[in-house]
């Protein structure tokens, strides 16, 4: 948010359409470019022109642009879909398992094309970028099989944190699952959010990952929600989400 004009809120046509729930700012420089968009009456066709949010009435197509409810989703993502929102090579995408919402969300962070499990996804781009944000170190948690078995020093190392070609990990918590003559089955927890950062990890100690499942996020579990479907998070656990000191200066609980 940018502040002019005797400190009152601006934002860009694009963003507040896309933070309305509308769509992505993809979409709303479409929309705008097409004629669709007034500000006060006049035809806006360039995106990054400035709105007063107090002041400025936005329609598309002649209605009112209004903050939308906000949205909380648990995804149990399936392994081969990608979390953009379009993909050139026509791959499945998590917005092909939500085409029914009807309302415009984005993921929280990542899951690559071939790990599943829990994906968040919402509307409200401050809580995203809270849950993201690695200075608050919200845990992330994933049930790995590995292609080797793995030894006691070996978890030991993901314990310490091991070196990758971007530095060295932060200790992750680990928890032998089980092991069978071929493969382990561990759980790890790490509070970082690098690319593709658990498969490294297991590279890093002389194995690979054959399947990678996120479990849990934050204290927050999948349980039993079936894979390729979704549901919306209850408020509590939204707010239990939300680091502490967030929580502290926010005087209501988000508003559904």
Request: charged share 30%.
């Amino acid at each position: 948010m940018n502040l002019k004009n005797g400190q009152r809120p601006l934002k860009t046509l694009e963003r507040v359409l896309s933070k309305a729930g509308l769509g992505s700012r993809t979409d709303a420089r479409k929309w705008i470019g097409a004629g669709r968009i007034r500000v006060n009456g006049k035809l806006i066709q360039t995106p990054d022109h400035w709105v007063d949010l107090e002041r400025d009435r936005v329609t598309l197509d002649g209605q009112p642009v209004r903050a939308g409810k906000k949205i909380y989703l648990l995804l149990n993502k399936p392994k081969g879909y990608i979390t953009s929102y379009k993909d050139p090579e026509g791959r499945p995408t998590v917005y092909d398992l939500i085409q029914n919402l009807g309302r415009w969300v984005v993921p929280v962070g990542r899951l690559d094309r071939d790990t599943s499990g829990l994906l968040l996804l919402t509307n409200d781009t401050h809580f995203a970028e809270l849950i993201t944000n690695p200075d608050y170190k919200i845990s992330k948690t994933y049930l790995v099989k590995a292609s080797t078995p793995l030894s006691d020093e070996q978890l030991d190392q993901l314990r310490k944190g091991v070196m990758l070609q971007d530095g060295p990990t932060q200790p992750a918590t680990v928890r032998r699952v089980r092991d069978s003559g071929k493969y382990s089955f561990v759980e790890l927890t790490i509070r970082e959010g690098r690319n593709r950062q658990v498969r490294r990890m297991i590279e890093a100690i002389g194995s690979k990952v054959l399947k990678l499942v996120r479990t849990e996020i934050g204290g927050l579990r999948i349980g039993d929600l079936p894979i390729g479907t979704y549901r919306e998070l209850l408020p509590g656990e939204v707010r239990s989400l939300m680091p502490a000191g967030d929580r502290l200066h926010c005087p209501k609980p988000p508003q559904f």
